[in-house]
Every structure is written in structure tokens, then in C-alpha cells.
């Protein structure tokens, strides 16, 4: 039974390291491609679904196929004992998981014992959000929503009192397009996924995936609210950014900041985006789009195709399986 299992942790973990390499070649040549032919904004969901692509399509394989297809039909009494080369693929898969449990465990740490922090000093602000906005004394500067799963607007008393009560509400109104966009999730795993140097498309990836989820979160804040608020809200924060002493904006904290001191966020860029609401040469935003009913159809067509093709797919899974195993 333990060979059993062993053998089972072996495959599985082999399987994914075997699967990653795949995923993270076409990863970087489509992202390649995408960034030379690049002429206008790209969507925030294709870019990150892109640069996450090679863990998805690794962990897909391997809890989707491999594992079912171990534990269908693999005897309970074999005797098989992985060979050199699979436990050196066990050993990478392990390694790599560990890197992105610790990443997680810290990030997660950091960003609870940060927002702790500045509750200290708080105060409940009275304007209309989604979620609780408190001013604080320290950091004076800071502008931002923390927090993946409870998330809170953090202003420092600088950004709060240099704005007019509509200049705020667009504001907010903008960190809380990165809540309804689950931002703050997908910055916690491109942070924990962080790749070497040696794949640069991908990394680029990440810079792109932050500049277009600030002008989705620029537009998403306009529904309802003057452009010219969001304009002057974001020109008087970003003055206030550009002597600040140290970035307020670090990887290892699960936020997204209204101005951010990374140079992911042109705010030349930002403004040009708005102008085209100012002078009219952007058409009126549509109504949001009902994207988790998308999502819910997509992915119900998924798991429809992938239980029809199962049983034609575990088979061939174990076969090679055995060839790995040999």
C-alpha cells in the first residue's frame, strides 16, 4: 500500500513538472507574439489568463487526468518503484510547490499584520462604498484597497484632505472596480507565481496585466461619475507620490493602490485614456457585462466535455503514465 502511494505522489508530482515545461514554451511565445503586435490596450483577463496559463494547464493535467487515472486503474498491489529520472521530477515539483507556499504564507502574513497595523489609527470614513474606508494618520500618502478575501480602503490624511468629497467617491469608486474584478487574487498569484528572468515575455506579462487593470478599473469608475472628478482625484494623489520616501505599493502585499509608484503604472497613459471620455472621441460606456454568467456556461461546457471524453482519456493517461513509471 505504500508503494502504492508512493508511486501515486511520484507520478503526480512528475506529471506536473512534465506539463509545466509544455506550457510555460507556448506561454512565452504567445506572449511574444501578443506583445510585438501590440496597438491598443489589451483585455486585463487575457493577459493574466495567459501569464497563469502554464500552472493552470499543469495542475489541470495533473488533478484531472493523472491522479483519476492512477487511482482507476492502477492495481493497489503493484510493485512498481519509480525510476531515477521520475523522482527527479518529483523533487522539482515539490521544490516549486514549496516556493509558492512559503511566497503565499508570507504574502498573506504581511498583509494581514499591515492592515492591523493601520486600523490602529483609524477612523471609519462616512462615504458611499462597497466596503469599509478608513483614514489614516500613517502612511499620510497612501491610497489603497488591501486584502484579498475581507478587502478595506486605506487614505492617508494627506490624499483625504487634498480631495473634495466627489474627487473621493471616484476614487473609491475605481478601487472598487479592482474588488469586483478580484484584483487583489490575481496580484497575490502573479506574485506567488514570480518566474525567472529567463522568461521575459512572461514577465512582461505582469507589468502589461497591472497597466490594463488600472484603465478597466479608470473605466469601470466612470459609471455614474464625472471623468473630471477620477482626473483631478488621480493628478492630485500622484503629486502627492512623487516625493514620498519609500514605495507604500510592495509586491508582497495583496493590494491595488489609486496611484501606484511602480513603473507599471504610467500615469500619462491613465490620463490620455480619460481624455477620450472628456472630449467625446470614446464612445458612452456599455452596461457591465453579466461575465460570471459567461463564466458559468464556459466552464459547465467544460466540465460536460472533459466527464464525455473521460473515459476514452484515462486509458490513454495511465498508458503513458506507465511509460513514465518504466
Given at each position: ?43 486585463p483577463f487575457q493577459l493574466f489568463s495567459l501569464r497563469i496559463f502554464p500552472f493552470a494547464f499543469s495542475t489541470a493535467v495533473t488533478l484531472a487526468l493523472a491522479l483519476p487515472a492512477f ?189 501606484s509608484s511602480s513603473e507599471y503604472s504610467p500615469m500619462a497613459r491613465r490620463l490620455e485614456h480619460l481624455r477620450h471620455f472628456v472630449e467625446g472621441s470614446q464612445p458612452p460606456l456599455a ?22 471524453a473521460l473515459p476514452m482519456l484515462l486509458p490513454a493517461t495511465h498508458m503513458l503514465m506507465e511509460v513514465m513509471a518504466k
Open positions: 500500500m505504500n508503494t502504492y502511494f508512493g508511486l501515486c505522489v511520484a507520478l503526480c508530482l512528475g506529471t506536473f513538472s512534465l506539463a509545466l515545461f509544455p506550457g510555460l514554451v507556448v506561454a512565452e511565445a504567445v506572449a511574444g507574439l501578443l506583445r510585438l503586435g501590440r496597438r491598443r490596450p489589451h483585455s487511482l482507476s486503474l492502477e492495481p493497489r498491489q503493484t510493485e512498481e518503484v519509480p525510476e531515477l529520472y521520475l523522482i527527479v521530477l518529483t523533487a522539482v515539483s515539490l521544490i516549486l510547490l514549496v516556493i509558492i507556499a512559503v511566497r503565499l504564507l508570507q504574502l498573506l502574513i504581511f498583509t494581514a499584520r499591515l492592515s492591523r497595523h493601520w486600523r490602529q489609527d483609524a477612523t471609519r470614513a462616512n462615504l458611499t462604498a462597497s466596503m469599509p474606508v478608513f483614514r489614516i494618520t500613517t502612511p499620510p500618502k497612501l491610497f489603497a484597497v488591501v486584502g484579498t478575501f475581507r478587502p478595506k480602503v486605506f487614505i492617508g490624511k494627506d490624499a483625504f484632505d487634498c480631495l473634495t468629497r466627489e474627487e473621493l467617491e471616484a476614487a473609491i469608486a475605481h478601487e472598487s472596480a479592482h474588488v469586483r474584478s478580484r484584483d487583489n487574487l490575481k496580484r497575490t498569484l502573479l506574485s506567488i507565481t514570480t518566474l525567472p528572468r529567463l522568461f521575459r515575455q512572461l514577465n512582461w506579462l505582469d507589468g502589461a496585466w497591472s497597466e490594463a487593470s488600472e484603465l478597466a478599473a479608470d473605466e469601470e469608475a466612470l459609471r455614474g461619475r464625472s471623468v473630471m472628478d477620477l482626473i483631478s482625484a488621480l493628478i492630485k494623489v500622484g503629486r502627492l507620490q512623487v516625493n514620498r520616501t519609500a514605495p507604500l505599493d510592495r509586491p508582497s502585499v495583496a493590494s491595488c493602490h489609486l496611484v452596461p457591465p457585462r453579466r461575465q460570471s454568467w459567461t463564466a458559468i456556461i464556459l466552464a459547465f461546457g467544460a466540465v460536460l466535455a472533459y466527464w464525455s
